[in-house]
């Protein structure tokens, strides 16, 4: 007892030699003994006893945060040199979480160590602290800006002053802090001859400048300053000044027409930061202030508008060295069009020959040419002076067309997204326009044709393309890129060909399109119907040609499975609606494909029986081909299958649970039949296959099952009303129970995750008390197995109960699809790598009803069964225009230094469930897998790379060639020397690597070189009857 007293006693003297130090720290102190728990006693000067009543005590010492702080505290004092400052405030910042709840005392502190101090490289890495805590904890030391501006106002060192002004610029800005005097601070430093200084004093003002309620004059001096600064002789100095002045611009603040001259003289900078900014500045001036009349340059006696002027001074810079100053004038003259430049000098920019845009004859066109090369270049209209020219003075004259043409793939991108925007405000010029779109599409560059087929696809809606520019069609619908194939069906969808010849290659092309990639088949077909409605008149002569027909004899009928005959029915029948000619010369076997075609697919295929009547389609043919007016609907028969399912409370269980299964079958088929109840049809199978397994003799295998099938019904589908996720949660519960209920011996694991899902189940729906007042809950903690027998006896009749009358075909239940478009299968190709490297698989997927704040991941699964998981960021994921699905763009990367012999290894796509929707013990642990798996086999090549490497030169010289022959031979004949080998070097793991991380290049000679990180593999029990995983 006496030695707990001097604890208790040596515990109160620290608290009293700690809390002098701040008033602030003592405020922090009362808050944490205020908070502390009731199982925790802190003495203080007044109650320096222990109460009777406590039997243990838990002593307790100042919050720990508290105790670092006050270290730090006693360390600053005790410091001297600048390199002892240095290393506690670099150990301060890289533990700076650690002080997050005393942030403020720790701001406190520096900044009166600031005060303090003498020596400005010591101030420096204070401030330089308070800059990189003011960046993790934003608006933590606002408060002290004051100080720190007045000791900025009277110190005389640079560094410091720099530091300052770095500090200021990052302070967001608020009511504590005094805006006209920091302003005046950085005007200050603004024209000071150290470079960093003025650099920092610019961003500063920057920030500045944007602030509204700032004084007129002080905005106005900032104009000034920044006007002074672009002809600083420092190009740092000029492209910051600019840049300043182009965020004043964006939040209208300085712009004025007066400047226009200072900003043309800054585009013959030699620096290329400086002519970018420029040029930016200059097109916020034509943007806010179009009208404006400026002095013409191509005549200093005449005037022009300014944004005419500056169209042709940032058509110049389509010309320029830099790449960057040429992408950014490419991306300008498209904005600049839509903001009513001259239609003339548009009309220029699209055509190399020198056209006549002024109204004077005397306008000289200055070309810098030799004589020689004069004739060369057609000038309408326009004397040349050829002493005069210069290339880089021509202006509009074919700028358009020189960035398509030009050498970096940015800036013909930006070329064509000018188009895009020129064609939106001249429709004049479109058809010009997609020819000089259509020729992008033989670059070199993948995202730039890419980005012509998707700008076409914009324009070209109702437009003829000639046969010349489909053939560039043709050329690419067969590219390896989805991307790409994609984007041509888009165009073919809103265009009309030039001739019926054309359109029979282009259908022909499209076939094969389908036969070669199965992935693009839903997308060619809606091309197709397009393509019928659009060029019905050819469709109409190439008959003969694309179906088997004679005009008085009986063909053979074509097989309906061959995809071509259905691509050519769907051609011509959306072609019948706009020419009724067609329906006329039909042979009668396409009025038999159509009645299936029209129930299989619907949105493919026209209605033609309410555009041409009975005897218009009877009139021509003796037997009687009229198409059915009702169609049997789909939806018919799902409400007949939810009906008959009533009748299942009067069937034995054996007969009950045969009765469920047929039910599931014929749902699947109502899932094929009709796309628009695909998911309810799948849900409720799902729902009568969880039935018929806990109808009648379950066994733990079986309930295992149900479990899973459950849990697929909460995680993949989405959109029930409240009644019908009750309906799943219960039955999860029940199957859960059921399981436990089944056992004989339950281990600490079962028993933990059946409590929880217990008390998951109360929480999240409140379970009817009534239901579950006969049951004894002192069983939950007793006896689990007797409590989940009660509760399955007691729950049964209520849960087994058929409860599909809560769903109707017009439940808005959606349910998440993953399709892998590349690799589409089983990758047939060995791939083959040798040890140290990577080898990769793109993979290509499309996802429907998928959300956002869903995590899913691909799940690679290995020859042992053991797996690994890959998460996909958003960053791979884009979300489609056409249909709202999500395209998700990754891939899977194998790579270790030891592979011994060739593998089989599967990928998969595996979701997580949402929590408020579905019990999981562990989110990390628990998923569902969506997609079949695609394997993939692998071959390291690894055999006779590790012998080179183990014996020496002269023994791999004296080398038999049968022992060559044999290492060469991977075959069933050498196992047996393999394995011995095998046992001498031991077996290694493998690791697996996802697109988002860099693959790192391994030196192949380095085969002891350990990988630093392995990814954890994780291995389900095989035994279920010993433990049960679910």
Known sequence: MTTLKKRILQNISQTETVSPISETTNQSQELTTTTTTTTTLILDNKNQSIPPSVHKVRLVELKTTYCRFTDFVKRLKTLKTLREYNEILVEFTDRLVLFRNCIDDCITILVQHILDQTDPLIQVAFINTLTIIEQQYPTSSVKHTNELLNFGKQTKSIKVASALLSYFSILPIS???????????????????????????????????????????LQLLIVNKLLQAIEHDDARVRAEALRTIVDLFKCKVGLDSKYYSSFVECLQDYYAEVRLAACEAL???????????????????????????????????????????????????????????????IHQTLDKKLLRITKRKEFIAKVEQLGSEMDDITVHDVTVDVQSASITAIGPCGALISGLEDEYSDVRAAAI????????????????????????????????????????????????????????????LLSRSYDIRSALHDILRVVRIGDPDTLFKLFHRLVENIQRFKTDTQSVLRCLRELGQNNSAFIALLLPKLLPMHSYLDVQEPQFSKIDHTCALILVLNAALHHPSIVSVLPDYVFRHYRYLRTKEPELTPNLQTNFSHTQLTKTFDVDISLP??????????????????????????DRQKFYRNLAAELHKVAEMDIDLLAISECISLYYE???????????????????????????????????????????????????????????????????????????????????????????????????????????????????????????????????????????????????????????????????????????????????????????????????????????????????????????????????????????????????????????????????????IDEQSTMSATTVEQLD???????????????????????????????????????????????????PDSDEDEEMSY
């Open 629 to 654: 007016v009702t169609i049997p609907s789909s939806h018919d028969v799902f409400e007949r299958i939810l009906k008959l399912s009533e009748q299942s409370q009067d069937l034995h269980p054996n």
């Open 175 to 217: 009511s504590f802090i005094d805006k006209n005097a920091l302003v005046r601070f950085s005007i200050q430093y603004s024209a000071n001859t150290h470079v960093r200084v003025q650099l920092c004093a610019l961003k500063l003002l920057s920030t500045l400048g944007r602030i509204t309620d700032l004084e007129s004059s």
């Open 690 to 952: 969880v039935l018929a397994i806990i109808t009648y003799q379950c066994n733990t295998r079986n309930c295992l099952k149900a479990l899973s099938i459950c849990k697929r019904l909460l995680t993949v589908f989405h959109g029930y009303s409240e009644k019908q996720l009750l309906v799943f949660q219960e039955l999860h519960l029940y199957c859960h129970l059921f399981l436990i209920s089944i056992q004989t011996k339950l281990n600490t694991n079962i028993r933990q995750r059946c409590y929880k899902h217990i008390q998951w189940q109360r929480e999240k729906f409140k379970t009817n008390d009534e239901q579950q007042k006969d049951i004894d809950e002192k069983l939950l903690h007793t006896n689990l197995i007797s409590y989940a027998q009660q509760y399955i006896s007691i729950m049964s009749k209520n849960v087994l109960s058929n409860k599909t009358n809560f769903f109707k075909a017009h439940n808005q239940i959606r349910m998440v699809s993953v399709k892998f478009l590349e690799p589409e299968s089983n990758i047939e190709h060995v791939l083959e790598f040798l040890p140290g490297l990577s080898v990769s698989i793109p993979c290509l997927m499309n996802a429907k009803n998928l959300a956002r704040q869903q995590n899913i991941n691909i799940k690679v699964t290995y020859l042992d069964g053991q797996y690994c998981l890959l998460p996909i960021n958003d960053d791979n994921i884009r979300t489609l225009s056409e249909d709202n699905s999500l395209r998700i763009d990754s891939k899977v990367t194998f790579s270790h230094q030891h592979w011994l012999r060739p593998c089989y290894a599967t990928f998969s796509v595996v979701l997580f469930p949402i929590r408020s929707q579905c019990f999981v013990m562990d989110i990390n642990d628990e998923f569902v897998e969506i997609t079949r798996p695609i394997r993939v086999l692998l071959h390291p090549k690894y055999l006779r790379h590790r012998l080179r490497k183990k014996h020496s």
């Open 417 to 476: 997204d000018s188009c895009y925007d020129i064609s939106c405000c001249y429709d004049v010029f479109q058809s010009k326009l997609v020819e000089y779109i259509v020729s992008m599409f033989d670059d070199d560059i993948e995202h730039v044709r890419l980005q012509a087929m998707r700008i076409l696809g914009k324009i070209a809606r109702g437009r003829v393309l000639s046969g010349e520019q489909v053939l560039s069609i043709l050329t690419e």
């Open 969 to 1019: 031979i991977a075959d069933d004949d050498n196992d047996e020397q393999e394995t011995e080998w095998l046992d001498e070097v031991g077996v290694d793991e493998e690791e697996t690597g996802h697109i988002d991380d860099d693959e790192s290049e391994m030196d192949t000679s380095q085969d002891d070189e350990q990988i630093e990180y392995v990814e954890r593999r994780k291995t």
């Open 283 to 345: 097109f916020l001036l034509a943007i806010n202030a179009p009208d404006s009349i400026v002095p013409s340059g191509l005549s200093n006696d005449e005037s022009s508008k300014l944004i005419n002027e500056i169209f042709r001074l940032i058509c110049d810079l389509t010309n320029d060295e830099a790449k960057i100053v040429r992408v950014q004038a490419m991306k300008m003259i498209g904005q600049l069009c839509r903001n009513g430049v001259d239609i003339n000098l």
